[in-house]
C-alpha cells in the first residue's frame, strides 16, 4: 500500500493510529466539491432509523411506589448505524415504538433526577442485554423500573457561623487527566447557595463523590486593599484536596448533613503587564489566574488590560496558577507559572514571543478511492505547558500544511473525519509520534511528515463468565507493557465496553500490551499508571502488528 499527499486545517489534539505501508506517490490533484417517525404517547423524534415492520411496547414505573413514570425518554439504538428513534411515556407510563426494523438493539430509559435504565441490565449503570427483533415481531411488556438519583444537602457557613450566600458547590472525583491527578467535577451540576447557607446537589448516580465550595468573588476585575477571602474549602473543611473525605450515596438516598465551613485566607494582588511580540502593550483583553495544581484546575475571574497593557488581579487564595493571556492569535498567548502565597507581587511581564512554524505535508493511503477532501483533516501543535493551547494549521492550494505554533515544547497533532487516523509524525524521516519538538520563537522547522491511515490496528473479542456466557456490564482496558509509553495523551490506552453484539473492540498502536476485563471502570481511572499497575498479573498479554486486527476472548478479572 502507497500513501498519496494531502494538506490541511485546523487545530487537533486527538492522536490516535492504525497501520499501514509508508511508499509514497504524488497527490492527485483536489477532488471537485460536492454538487449542489413514530408516534408514542408524546412526539417520537429522530426517525433516521429504517422503518420496518416490528414494535416494542411496555411501561415504566418508579421503583420506590411503583407509579407510572410520565415524561420518561425511550430511545433505541443499534451498531449498525448511528441512527435512533425514542419515544416519551403517557400519564400511565406507556410507551410504544413502531415501524422497527429488524436486528438487534440496545434500549435505554431516561428521566431527569433518576438513573438511567437498560434493558436486560445486571446493575445500576450496567450495559444490558440486547433485545433481538424479527420482521413483523411485537414484543410487550418491555417494562422499565426507574431508581431516584442521589441527593447530598448540606450547608455552607463562614468562620462566626453564619451563613454564606453564592457560594459554588460541587460533587468532584479524583480523575487521571493529561497525566496528572486532578479533582474533576461530576455528578450532577454545580449548584449555589441561597440566603441560609443551604445547597441540594441532586441528580446524583451511585457513586462516590468529593464536595467542593468555593466563593468566588469581583475583586478580581479591580484594585483594592481588601485582602480577605476564603480557599476552595472540601468536605469535611479543608483546603487540602488529599484530607477530603468520600461520600457514598446509593440509589434514591438523600445524604444530609453535608456541612462546610468555608477556610478564611488572606488574599494577594498580582500586577503587571502584559506584552506583545514586538514589546508594545497589549490591548483588548484579558489576563486569567488558573489555579494549578495536582488535582485539579480552575479558571478565576479574568482582568481586563488596560491601554497601557497594565492589569491587576485581586483577591487569589494562596496556591499555584497559571496567568494566561486570553486575546485570540498564537503570538498574542503568554502563560506564566506563580505561586501566591499571601503577599502581593508586582511587576509580572507576560511577554508574547513571536509564533513558531511547521511546515509539511501529509500522506495518506493511496488506493482509497475517491481521495478525501483537505477538510476532513486537522492538524496543528499542542504546548506541553497546561493550558497553553499549541498552534493552528493552516491549508494550502496543494494540501501542503503550516502551523503557527505558540514557541516552547510542542507535539504536532492531528484529527480526521470519515474514519481516517493518524498512523505517524515525523520529522526528516524520524518518528516523533510521542514526542514534542522544541519550536523556538520565530523559527521555521520543515519537512514534517504526518502520515494517515484508514486500516485500523485493533483487539476485539467477548468476555466470558464461567459458563462460557457473554457479559456486558463489563469493561475492557488495554494497556502498554511498557510503562514509558503511558503518554498524557494516552495513545497506547484504550478502554471499551462491549456493544450490542456483545463484542468489545479496542484500537491501539502496534506493540506489546497486557489487556483485561473488570467489572468496573470509574471515568478515566484507566489511564492512571497507579491503577494499572495491579492489573498486571491478572491480565494476558497480546501483540499487535501494524494493522493487525486480532480476536481475543477474555476472562472477567477476579
Known sequence: MSRVILGTVGVGILLMVAG???????????PPPPGGGVYVAGPARDTSLKAGTASIRGRVTAVANNAPLARVEIRITTTDSPATKT??????????????????????????????????????????????????????????SLQRAGVIVGRVMDEFGEPVVDVQVMTMRQQFVAGERRFMPTGGRPVTTNDLGEYRLYGL???????????????MMGDTDDRSGYSPTYFPGTGNPMEAQRITVAPAQV???????????????????????????????????????????????????????????????????ILRTGIPGVEQTVVMPITVNGSDISGVQLVAGRAAT??????????????????????????????????????????????????????ITARAQDDWRLHAVKLNGLDITDTSLDMPAGGVIDNVTIEMTKRVTDVSGRVLDDNDRALRDVWVVIFPQDPERFSYVGRYLSAARPGVDDRYRV???????FIVALDDVEQNE?????????LRDRAARVTLGDGERKTLDLKLAR
Open 507 to 513: 484500537r491501539v498502536p502496534a506493540g506489546d500490551y
Open 205 to 219: 448516580p451511585p457513586g462516590q463523590y468529593f464536595v467542593s465550595a468555593t466563593l468566588r468573588t469581583a475583586m
Open 526 to 534: 484507566w489511564m492512571d499508571p497507579d491503577f494499572l499497575a495491579p
Open 87 to 144: 419515544a416519551t411515556t403517557d400519564a400511565n407510563g406507556a410507551y410504544e415504538l413502531l415501524n422497527l426494523p429488524a436486528g438487534k438493539f440496545t434500549l435505554a430509559a431516561t428521566r431527569p433526577n433518576y438513573v438511567r435504565a437498560v434493558h436486560g441490565q445486571k446493575k445500576l449503570t450496567g450495559q444490558g442485554q440486547p433485545i433481538e427483533l424479527a420482521d413483523g415481531q411485537a414484543l410487550q411488556n418491555v417494562n422499565f
Open 255 to 321: 445524604v444530609s448533613g453535608v456541612n462546610l465551613t468555608l477556610l478564611p485566607v488572606r488574599t494577594s494582588r498580582v500586577s503587571g503587564k502584559a506584552l506583545d511580540a514586538e514589546g508594545r502593550p497589549m490591548t483588548g483583553g484579558m489576563v486569567m489566574a488558573m489555579e494549578r495544581g495536582g488535582f485539579g484546575m480552575g479558571v478565576r475571574s479574568p482582568a481586563q488590560i488596560r491601554p497601557d497593557g497594565s492589569f491587576t488581579l485581586s483577591g487569589l487564595p494562596p496556591g499555584d496558577y
Open 20 to 30: 499501514a505501508a509508508r511508499a509514497q506517490v504524488p497527490p492527485p490533484p483536489p
Open 358 to 411: 511547521v511546515r509539511g505535508r501529509i500522506l495518506i493511503d493511496s488506493d482509497v478511492t475517491p481521495p478525501p477532501r483537505a477538510s476532513v483533516f486537522n492538524v496543528g501543535a499542542m504546548s506541553e505547558v497546561p493550558m497553553m493551547g499549541g498552534g493552528e494549521g493552516k491549508v494550502n492550494a496543494d494540501f501542503t500544511f503550516e502551523i503557527s505554533a505558540v514557541p516552547g515544547h510542542n507535539r
